[in-house]
């Protein structure tokens, strides 16, 4: 029953649950004892009424005629309690009593409650007799609603008593309770925040019981380290990509400065070659010199090809807008039926060449499996720099961020569709310095990349900075 339900309903309804059970053992306990107290008290009455009858009527005997006797009793007698007294007269039927209020005695106590208490009514009747001559008779029978009205009373006035208490007791315990787990609810939202990647997530050991205070210690820790952590793995996996980075621009400026040159060098000395053996007739030679040309070129090209897909020539020379021009250009060149929308923020600051890179990379990578996979017919890119942000670039303030958005109108992505290496390496890379990566599908069905990423360097402290070394 208490399965998945909060703890503080466990201890409420628990506490409210003996409540209620010993509320019912204590009214169980309560009717066998009223039970018993009327039928003592009544028992009790009826002998003091039999007792009275007796007496009285003994002096009535001896004072008054025989026929007389009834009457005076109807004149001198008065009922006591939880008894009725009725004078029967053998000539005039039944004489009513002068002191006994006439009507019956009211019940205040319900029927229920009646029948559970009621003890077994019994009736006394001692005769008027002399000299053999029985002149009527007095009857007492026992009335016990008027012990019952009042024991009722007291069994309801102890009833509210306790219902109130009980009451009492249920909200107490419930602020008390609410009170000493409200950490837990803390606890749960922070553990919420640091599933959604919040690390930032604190408790501050605010409140709490002193067994509270542990756990919420611990977590604090534990969120702490996991922030730390967090931080470390992010400026090793930026320090990664500016290594890989400058390992390829290191190999690019190889294959520039030496591999080019000699090319160079090759294509000349086969030209030449080429041209003396067609002086000298030998076309043999010249048709070999021809053949290292052909052969040089396509070394050229791929020479060239390598070169742009270690590192961009653009990027480190030009403006990151102007690079971005120049990408999309080469696309509507080789894709001149589409209809490309390109919105780019003149007005960006200055970013890290890291951070052009990893800009550059998303269009290139993007607008390239769109084209392979997608079969689009409009392609639209946009970079934008969030509104207020530059000042606070300028600043050094890591709230400023550049946000990204490449879309589509293609076929769109299989929702179960594992990510190819491209995608792969480029949700990594962003990540590496900070951004996050989302794939979306669009309203017609496309693709959507957005990319938010951050226009400063992360500040570092010193042991982040030594591990990345």
Known sequence: MFVGMYLRRQVVLGIAGIQLVTLAVGAVVVVFNARDAVEIEVESGAQSARALVIATLGAAM????????????????VAPRHVDIALIDARNGILALSDVQNGAVPETAPD??????????????????????????????????DEIAEVWQDVTS?????????????????????????????????????????????????????????????FDALSESLQRAETERAVLNRRIVELGDAERRSIAMELHDEFGPC????????????????????????????AIQSIVAQIQASNTRLLTTLRPMAIGQVPLIDALRDLFDAFRKTHPGLDWHIDLDTGLPDTPEILDLTVYRFFQEGTTNALRHGNPQRIAARLEADTGSRLEADTGSQSARMRLTLEDDGIGMPDRRAEGRGLTAMRDRIGAVGG????????????????????????????AEELAS
Do not use: C
């Open 112 to 145: 229920w409650f009646r029948q559970l208490v009621m003890p077994t009514l019994r009736e006394t009747r001692i005769p008027v007799q002399a000299n053999g001559t029985i002149y009527g008779y007095v009857s007492m029978t026992t009335a016990p609603d």
């Open 436 to 463: 996050h990566l989302v794939i979306a599908s669009t309203d017609v069905g496309g693709t959507r990349l957005s990319v938010s990423l951050p226009l400063s360097r992360p500040v570092l402290d010193d042991t």
């Open 62 to 77: 001896q004072e008054t005629a025989p026929a007389m006797v009834l009457p005076r009793l109807a004149d001198i007698l």
């Open 263 to 290: 090319l160079f060098g090759l294509r000349v000395k086969a030209s030449t070659i080429a041209r003396t053996a067609r002086r000298d007739g030998n076309a043999a030679l010249a048709e070999e010199a021809a």
């Open 158 to 218: 102890l009833f509210w008593i306790v219902a109130l208490t009980a009451v009492l007791s249920a909200v107490m315990l419930s602020v008390l309770v609410h009170r000493s787990l409200r950490p837990l609810d803390d606890l749960r939202r922070a553990l919420r925040r640091l599933r959604e990647g919040d690390l930032s997530a604190r408790l501050g050991h605010r409140g709490g019981s002193a067994d509270l205070r542990p756990i919420l210690a611990g």
